[in-house]
């Protein structure tokens, strides 16, 4: 089974086009793959099927993703025919959405640290790198936190830590954020809807 | 032949905001060129063997002196009686039963014939694989009875898809609304495209687009003499490079196809 | 929006300023090419011949910068020919109140303003009241102080010379519009107006919309189908980012963040409680202090009582005429004021003015944390060209963050639509969603006060934080719930006629609208405008995907959910007459029928104005009820006027003696410099994004959109191009005064040159999508650097769409 299959793709040029995508960062070679093994329409019969909005402009679109249930990963994005402010259609970003998933080699996967003086970025995990955080945000607040201010009043504020962003994250996480902001006592809250 | 069905661009509605451009990628799974800003909105500059359609950008100003810019989405037209199928010695290139053209890759030897022959410049060569690559009308879709990828993406009904006879019709209503230079281009040569256009303008006012697209004589001829004669695939590459040669000298037709496979460069 | 995108369908004439729809918003022109098919007129007014241009009706070039007095002119119009719908201007405005003897308007400058402070009082931008204190009107319109008649006064300037003069359009291209677009005072007729950056990228950019909403109301635009004022916004989310308040100046929901000088909740809620005793005006804002109690609780819980006024004194407090905009944060950072950054989802080293004074900002930082799913400037800037990372101490972190649809939840569209979308895969690798790493972030910060103390820790450790789902996860949901509100007590509601069974509500059940939050604690609501999305029963109604339009009007009431209340057009009582019959029968939006509206959800119960015991005005929002023509919230004044852009070709503004808006705020560092009318920088520069990119161009790391749009070009008129020596294609290096950065000529029959004041303007325009980070070996080619960090006054906005250049060759 195995071999035949690799026959099929090396008789399908799927190889080739594979890397050369992948050397601009879009590695569709797996789903090259599958679809040489099954069409791709078979395999959005078969998909799990979610429905999204489109992430650029606040036109709101519709999409169907489609995810193959063996791999978890999404391989079909196109527009939702029954959305009734795109009809099922996309401009090119929207149309482009798939490029943003897991097949962009480009995607971010680890936490990146840069060090002070360092000339690059260090892969770390998820614990340390909260702890450090937390205790940067910490150590900061602790010095500068502003009870009150010059004429007495009591502000409980911290200027200075500043916070941007962003406008491309759901409403839920939106929420959350900006109580997260104020409970921190920042002050330099700001985002995308002033630009 | 289950039912012929027409792609209609009606040039009057696009916006090139380019969906189809990228929709037609996405389905298709096909990479990205490295490109250039060479002056222009328009990006590939010119249809690859990884872009089947592709948004053509130009501007012109009328005899008013009011600019205009047109947005033409280039790509296989599909023709009946299609130059591409005429000379393909493996018959890898092929109708299907909607009426359009479409390549089983794996019979392709990559013997460039239908490079030259089409008038449309449509057919690219992969040097990657060393294949023929061209749009297809999304017949996978086609079979499941989903429109095209590119129709499906397109916000403005610039370009709507059906049955032949509905859409030569609403062509030709919509050129009559639009009045002036606007016409309907595809149905009155190789025996009628399935792609048809809408145009704003005079058909010889848009680049790259032929006014009079016919098949070579050259390959009437050779189809008429030689093909009846038949290739068995093992000729096939050495009948190719013939056909080549009759139809248009020794040259090399390297300049018609995307060199690069991909690869940056 | 006030209306939504589908409902552009429905307009007889589109007029499209300060937007470029086709490419920025292309599926919204699936709606108005829908329009355009019914027969309605589609105008384009904008520096550029764009995409959208090339399929709108025509296409008006206008200087960047010049909106009010273009518009200012169309008010002169449709005032001089009697355009107005009439009874909307009378009955639906202020435009028969009466304006304050003390208020004036001389020279440029309104009354009340302070030179030093750049400020105005605005104590004489009032309107008379009678004894009741109910505003004094002449429905005539013919008293020389009623609004409608200030109104004449202040635009008797706007002549057509004028306006041609100075926006650089000819007369016989002003007159096209103020006739097409005047039309639409017809009471059957609705016109449109799309803005999108084209409008807020200016020291005049609230001033701008504002002058388009004054015309709005006096043809009778606002609250009906066709109609409004329709902000086509850029991301994806930034309706909810804003109705949830990720911004210095409001808490969630619209509520103001307060100051210092307001020590308790009870100042607080006097000071920001609308008042009215005009028993016609609904004044909806005297609910405000349910609003924000409901709020205090969602955000401090059962920590939030009525003993410690619901947590009010933990809130941060601003100083009483102190901005943090990120204009200010990065003046604050340049100046080594800020330690501390958190970058979500963002760029500011690309986004911000002046990137040369951001990036040097960044430098000066102890710590930055930045959220992306790429790599990007803001990231990376202490490997940016030019800089030695020896010298930069900063730690940094860059967090891998979801994509959209590899998490669950909801967003909003411009039109309010609230749409929810699912988890179609998981993120790759260690990525998290946003919400996940907030949660994380604050769950570690959280442990550190627990243990240790620290500074005001009830902040903190107060806040009540509890989103977490079985497995650990942010649980969306949760925080959806929350959003809507809860009951936090039982609650029993007796009905006043006692004709209904007493309504029984327990503790921890869903709110099922804002109109049952109360000011007492009982409910809690973390943004009392989606309070009504999530139902008690279990029904989230940002799920709805219902697709029945009964009235053929592309409302789908039953497609997710739009806030307030599902409404589909706000100030909808106002597409009716005083006896609540629509105007336009054709497009009924709304009736009053028998004893209740029949048609979208309307701006509340009340009959229309013509019941003169319970009607009420349809702007329901405002103290008086009614439509500002006369606009006393705006910092700049009352009524729109033109000033320059900062830096713009002209010495002086031919309107008046004061040049640019008196009261934006003058950044005064180093590397704040300016060239108006200066030699060196001749030429107008505009910034724009394209179809094929988004913001700073996270879309670079995306193979199909880079190759359709590389590299950073800068579109240039022939003639200029003629003059430079510059071909087609060719690098050039454009300057201002604050940077230079080198792109690829385009030069293109779509620019032409203006004649402003006797001579010849050129503009040219750059995108703002590109920098060095990617592609790989990109230039540094991010239009900003040339950009000046100076923004509206009213919302700090910054003016990316006009500034001075020089041009050459590379």
């Not at chain 2, 800003?37 to 063997?49: A, E, I, M, T």
């Not at chain 3, 639906?92 to 440029?108: E, L, M, P, R």
């Not at chain 3, 004194?313 to 080594?336: E, N, R, V």
Request: net charge positive; hydrophobic share 35%; proline share 5%.
């Amino acid at each position: 089974m195995k071999i035949t299959r690799r026959r099929f793709l090396s008789m399908s040029g799927a190889i080739g086009s594979g890397l050369a995508l992948s050397s601009l960062g879009l590695d569709l070679t797996a789903l090259k793959a599958h679809a040489a093994g099954l069409g791709k329409m078979d395999r959005i019969r078969t998909a799990k099927q979610t429905t999204t909005i489109c992430c650029y402009c606040s036109v709101g679109c519709g999409l169907i993703c489609s995810t193959d249930r063996l791999t978890g990963k999404i391989f079909n994005i196109e527009g939702d025919p029954d959305h009734p402010i795109n009809e099922g259609s996309l401009c090119a970003k929207g149309a482009g959405l798939f490029g943003l998933t897991e097949v962009n080699s480009h995607r971010l996967r680890k936490v990146l640290y840069r060090a002070p003086k360092s000339d690059k970025w260090e892969e770390k995990d998820w614990n340390w790198t909260l702890q450090r955080i937390a205790r940067l945000v910490k150590d900061t607040r602790d010095a500068d936190f502003i009870t009150k201010n010059d004429k007495g009043e009591v502000v409980n504020r911290l200027e200075s830590i500043g916070h941007y962003g962003s406008s491309n994250i759901g409403n839920e996480e939106c929420w959350t954020l900006s109580v997260a902001c104020r409970a921190m006592g920042l002050v330099n809250i700001d985002h995308q809807a002033r630009v | 032949m289950k039912q012929e069905l027409i792609k209609l661009i009606d040039l009057s509605r696009c916006t090139a905001c380019r969906g189809c451009q990228v929709a037609c990628k996405q389905w298709n799974e096909m990479p990205a060129s490295k490109t250039n800003n060479f002056g222009s909105y328009q990006n590939p500059p010119d249809l690859q063997w990884n872009t089947w359609t592709l948004i053509r950008f130009q501007e012109i100003e009328d005899r008013g002196g009011n600019v205009k810019w047109l947005f033409r989405k280039d790509g296989c037209m599909h023709c009946t009686d299609a130059a591409c199928i005429k000379v393909c010695p493996t018959e890898a290139l092929y109708h299907t039963e909607f009426g359009s053209v479409a390549l089983k890759a794996h019979k392709c030897i990559g013997c460039k014939a239908c490079i030259p022959a089409c008038p449309f410049g449509v057919p690219k060569m992969n040097t990657a694989t060393n294949r023929i690559s061209k749009c297809d009308l999304c017949y996978t879709r086609l079979l499941a009875n989903q429109p095209p990828a590119c129709v499906l993406s397109c916000p403005t009904g610039a370009i709507t898809f059906g049955d032949r006879d509905a859409m030569l019709a609403k062509a030709h209503k919509r050129a009559t609304e639009l009045g002036g230079d606007a016409s309907v281009y595809g149905d009155k040569f190789v025996d009628g495209t399935h792609v048809l256009y809408v145009l704003t303008e005079k058909a010889e006012v848009y680049e790259h687009l032929p006014t009079d697209p016919k098949m070579p004589l050259s390959i009437i001829v050779w189809k008429d003499i030689l093909k009846p004669a038949g290739l068995i695939t093992a000729g096939a590459v050495v009948a190719g490079a013939f056909l080549h040669y009759i139809t248009h000298g020794p040259k090399t037709p390297e300049e018609e196809t995307t060199c690069e496979g991909g690869k940056e460069s | 929006m006030t209306n939504h995108y589908i409902d552009l369908k429905n307009s007889d004439c589109i007029l499209i300023m300060g937007s470029n729809a086709a490419e920025n918003h292309p599926i919204a022109f699936k709606w108005i090419m829908r329009a355009k098919d019914r027969g309605a007129k589609i105008i384009h007014v904008d520096p550029r011949y764009t995409r959208t241009s090339a399929r709108c009706d025509y296409h008006v070039p206008l200087r960047s910068g010049t909106d009010i007095a273009f518009l200012g002119g169309m008010i002169k119009h449709i005032i001089d020919n009697n355009l107005i719908q009439e009874e909307y201007v009378k009955y639906y405005t202020n435009a028969s109140q009466i304006v304050s003897s003390g208020y004036d308007f001389k020279d440029g400058l309104f009354s009340g303003y302070n030179q030093e402070k750049r400020s105005y009082n605005k104590d004489t931008w009032t309107v008379e009241k009678d004894e009741k204190g109910i505003p004094v009107r002449d429905y005539t319109l013919e008293n020389p102080r009623c609004v409608y008649q200030m109104l004449k006064k202040h635009y008797e300037r706007y002549t057509l010379d004028q306006v041609s003069s100075i926006t650089g359009v000819s007369k016989e291209n002003l007159l096209k519009v103020y006739q097409e677009y005047g039309a639409t005072g017809a009471k059957d007729k609705a016109g449109t107006e799309c803005y999108a950056l084209g409008w807020t990228h200016h020291t005049t950019g609230s001033q701008n919309i504002r002058t388009m909403s004054i015309i709005q109301l006096l043809l009778g635009n606002m609250g009906i189908c066709g109609g409004g004022i329709n902000a086509l916004r850029g991301e994806p989310n930034v309706q909810g980012s804003t109705d949830h308040a990720i911004l210095y100046n409001i808490l969630p929901g619209y509520l103001k963040m307060p100051s210092g000088s307001i020590d308790t909740l009870q100042k607080y809620n006097d000071k920001y409680t609308s008042k009215s005793t005009d028993p016609q005006s609904a004044n909806w804002y005297q609910n405000y202090p349910k609003y924000t109690v409901s709020f205090l609780k969602a955000m401090w819980g059962d920590k939030a009582t009525a003993e410690n006024e619901f947590g009010y004194s933990w809130l941060p407090k601003m100083d009483d005429g102190k901005h943090y905009s990120i204009l200010h944060t990065i003046d604050s950072m340049y100046a080594g004021k800020i330690k501390g950054f958190f970058a979500y989802g963002s760029n500011i080293a690309v986004s911000s003015p002046n990137s040369t004074k951001v990036r040097k900002g960044l430098q000066k930082l102890k710590w930055l944390v930045n959220v992306n799913i790429f790599d990007n400037e803001t990231a990376s800037f202490w490997k940016a060209p030019g800089v030695d990372p020896k010298t930069v101490d900063t730690e940094v972190f860059l967090l891998p963050a979801a994509a959209s649809m590899e998490k669950e939840g909801s967003q909003s569209n411009s039109g309010r639509w609230v749409q929810w979308r699912y988890k179609a895969a998981n993120p790759p690798g260690d990525a998290l969603s946003d919400g996940d790493i907030t949660m994380r972030i604050i769950d570690a910060l959280r442990d550190l006060y627990q243990k240790e103390g620290g500074a005001c820790p009830e902040q903190l450790l107060n806040l009540k934080w509890d989103y977490k789902d079985a497995w650990g996860k942010f649980d969306v949901l949760k925080a959806s719930k929350i959003i809507n509100g809860h009951y936090t007590k039982d609650v029993t509601i007796e009905d006043p006629t006692g004709k209904a069974p007493k309504e029984v509500n327990l503790k921890g059940e869903l709110v099922p609208t804002f109109a049952k939050l109360m000011a007492d604690g009982s409910t809690s609501s973390g943004n009392w405008l989606m309070s009504g999305s999530f139902e008690q029963k279990g029904v989230n109604k940002m799920m709805k995907r219902g697709k029945e339009d009964p009235t053929g009007l592309g409302l789908f009431a039953d497609w997710s959910y739009a806030w307030p209340l599902n409404r589909r057009i706000i100030y909808n009582r106002a597409s009716c007459d005083l006896n609540g019959k629509p105007y336009n029968p054709k497009m009924k939006l709304l009736e009053w029928v028998g004893d209740k509206w029949v048609g979208d959800v309307a701006d509340g119960p009340w009959p229309p104005l013509g019941d003169k015991e319970k009607g009420k005005y349809p702007f329901i929002m405002k103290a008086d009820g009614v439509g500002a023509i006369f606009g006393a919230g705006m910092v700049e004044g009352p009524f729109p006027e033109h000033y320059e852009p900062l830096e713009g070709p002209l010495a002086k503004n031919p309107f008046s003696p004061q040049l640019v808006n008196p009261t934006i705020t003058i950044f005064k560092s180093d590397l704040d410099k300016v060239a108006n009318a200066d030699e060196k920088f001749p030429y107008v520069c505009t910034t724009y994004s394209c179809t094929e990119h988004w913001c700073t161009g996270f879309t670079r790391w995306q193979p199909w959109l880079l190759e359709m749009m590389p590299e950073a070009y800068m579109e240039i008129s022939e003639v200029l191009a003629q003059k430079l020596g510059i071909k087609n294609g060719e690098k050039v290096k454009v300057s201002s005064v604050r940077g230079e950065i080198p792109v690829v000529a385009m030069v293109t029959k779509r620019m032409k040159p203006f004649q402003v004041e006797g001579k010849t303007v050129h503009e040219v325009g750059i995108p703002f999508n590109y920098g060095w980070r990617w592609p790989d070996g990109a230039a540094d080619a991010s239009v900003n650097h040339l950009t000046p960090s100076v923004g509206c006054p009213n919302t700090f906005c910054p003016e990316y769409k006009a500034f001075m250049v020089n041009i050459r060759k590379a």
